[in-house]
């Protein structure tokens, strides 16, 4: 004979059993990686990817990737990609990951 068990009663199974949820971050992201969002913000661990300039000193590792290619002069700064053109007319935004995994060369 089967048993019905209501729907909630299995989500909620369901959900003890996966264990708690985490909010998402940019931990699930490579170091570097252009994302698309649909919101007017960029989520933590990003930042918006406008060409602005950053200092070398506290981001190593995204220089490390990026060099000079998006501008900076390479021994103070360099700069991230700038790829909001039409996306923040249509309600989106391009976000650079900047505490992600590095990622493998191999």
């Not at 708690?20 to 990817?49: D, E, H, K, W």
């Amino acid at each position: 004979m089967m048993k019905f068990i209501p729907a909630f009663v299995a989500a909620a199974v369901a959900a003890a059993t996966v264990g708690t949820a985490s909010p998402a971050t940019a931990q699930n992201y490579y170091l570097g990686q252009s994302i698309l969002v649909g919101y007017t913000f960029c989520p933590r661990g990003t930042m918006p990817a406008d060409g602005r300039l950053l200092q070398i000193s506290p981001n190593t590792a995204l220089f490390s990737l990026f060099g000079t290619t998006f501008g900076g002069d390479g021994r103070t700064t360099f700069a991230l990609p700038n790829t909001d053109g039409n996306a923040l007319q249509k309600g989106l935004k391009y976000c650079v990951v900047t505490e992600g995994v590095y990622p493998s060369r191999s």
